[in-house]
């Protein structure tokens, strides 16, 4: 048993603490800035709303764009992922640089472009890395592990932000500058990286260009199912800040406290949880996930029907435990199952088509939540919740198992292709003491 529990805490540790402080900067800087880039746009450059939103639309657009030709990128380059990566934040970097010399419009439009690029194309190539860090078939810990130091960083950061935005357009220069100061610090923390040798099969060599089509089965499937699972990121954002104000008049505050409690829950439980599922298929835990997702939909609507007063406030935040724990399944199957479904020669490819159909649900989620909402509380609860089920039981039936059923969620004992299509265990990375996190 403790020989297990050892185990089960280096493969959690598998990054390196050299990764953990680039990803821990960088999330920091990330959340000194990215709450308030509508902000700064309006009271630092003096924008109108609609050319600043029109702006920060176009860079998402333009991110996911970028996608699948940074998927080919990894791919191509099998051997170092740390360059994807640090291509992210020197991008990040440019796009923060822009925006500290921005004096109108179109500076502001080159900046979001700039964000937008490295913003959508990091949890790919962050993935991918992270894939190659690991043992083979035993990423979905370590990938938990950086989602949960990520949050954490984005939301220290963000409570910095909040408490110093009050100074005005200053401070939110300062922010900035912090921000593109944290992202070129973690590229310079990427680059020294020791990567582990990655050994191609001559077989993969040869017949890299003919297997360039080649598709996984079920894969599509998981991909076009992520659409109605992503939605959930953005119901606790969008729809429930209307939910609380507009339906049951309860204070704006509120929202504040349910995304700040839902941040610490993520924080802390979400390697517990992957690690504890790891005796579980990942397609039943992301099969799981969906039910639960469904159920706080459903719950969310009877909180919704309560009426005003406090007792229909409390409900939702009983509720958002539940949608919390869904969140946390979700977030640390899906990913895991790409990486762990997709051959090693595939996986940049397999990643950004993930990211994209993840990209696509982020980007249209505010308009159609609050459309439905505005039509109905019924409409969008039931539609949420219905949809949910149905991509559920399609990652049941039909998307990829690796190693056949009864492998771990953390990937113990994989014996399907491996995420990284290494041979053997990097000795360097199993005597890492970081610790780690686990993220879009």
């Known amino acids: 048993m403790i020989h ?10 598998r990054f390196g603490s050299r990764y953990a402080a680039a990803l821990t900067v960088d999330a920091v800087g990330a959340g000194l800035l990215r709450p308030f880039l509508v902000v700064y746009g309006l009271s630092v450059l003096h924008l109108n709303p609609a050319a ?3 702006a920060l639309s176009a860079g998402l657009l333009a991110g996911l764009l970028a996608v699948p030709l940074v998927g080919r990128w990894i791919d191509a380059a099998h051997a170092n992922r740390l360059l994807p990566v640090f291509a992210t934040l020197v991008v990040r970097v440019a796009g923060v640089g822009v925006l ?12 979001s472009l700039l964000l937008g690029i490295g913003n959508q194309v990091w949890p790919p190539a962050h993935a991918a890395l992270v894939a190659a860090l690991a043992a083979p078939g035993s990423a979905d810990a370590p990938l938990a592990a950086a989602r949960s130091l990520r949050n954490a960083g984005l939301g220290a950061g963000a409570l910095v932000a909040a408490l110093a935005v009050a100074g005005g357009p200053g401070v939110l220069r300062l922010l900035a500058a912090g921000t593109a100061a944290g992202y070129a610090i ?8 020791t990567m582990p040798a990655v050994p191609v099969p001559a077989s993969a060599s040869r017949a890299a260009a003919p297997r ?9 499937v998981l991909v076009w199912a992520n659409l109605p699972f992503a939605l959930c990121f953005a119901v606790l954002e969008v729809a429930i800040p209307v939910v609380l104000t507009e339906h049951l008049g309860a204070s704006a505050a509120w929202s504040a406290i349910l995304f700040a409690g839902n941040t610490v829950l ?5 390697v517990h949880l992957v690690v504890r599922l790891a005796h579980r298929s990942r397609r039943a835990v992301l099969a799981g996930s969906g039910v639960v997702l469904a159920a706080s939909y459903l719950g969310f609507w009877a909180s919704d029907g309560m ?21 946390i399944l979700y977030a640390g199957s899906g990913t895991a199952l790409v990486t762990a479904a997709a051959p090693p020669h595939r996986l940049g490819r ?17 308009a159609l939540l609050l459309a439905l909402l505005a039509a109905s509380p019924a409409l969008l609860w039931s539609l949420l919740a219905g949809t949910t089920l149905a991509a559920a039981f399609a990652v049941h039936r039909w998307a990829p198992e690796p190693g056949g059923a009864g492998q771990g969620s953390a990937g113990q004992g994989s014996t399907g292709q491996g995420s990284t299509g290494q041979a053997q265990c990097n000795p360097v990375l199993s005597t890492s003491s970081t610790r780690s996190r686990g993220m879009p």
Request: hydrophobic share 60%; aromatic share 4%.
């Open 100 to 111: 500290l010399a921005a004096h109108g419009v179109a500076a502001f439009a080159v900046a």
């Open 212 to 220: 360039s089509r080649e598709r996984v089965p079920g894969m599509a």
């Open 52 to 54: 600043t939103g029109l």
């Open 4 to 13: 297990g529990r050892r185990h089960r805490t280096v493969t959690v540790m």
């Open 307 to 327: 009426g005003g007063g406090m007792g229909g406030v409390a409900a939702i935040c009983v509720v958002a435990v539940a949608y919390t724990i869904g969140e």
């Open 186 to 193: 973690a590229a310079i923390l990427v680059l020294t990286v």
């Open 350 to 366: 397999a990643l950004a088509q993930w990211q994209l159909s993840t990209g696509l649900a982020n980007a249209a989620a505010p």
């Open 266 to 270: 993520v924080v802390a439980l979400q």
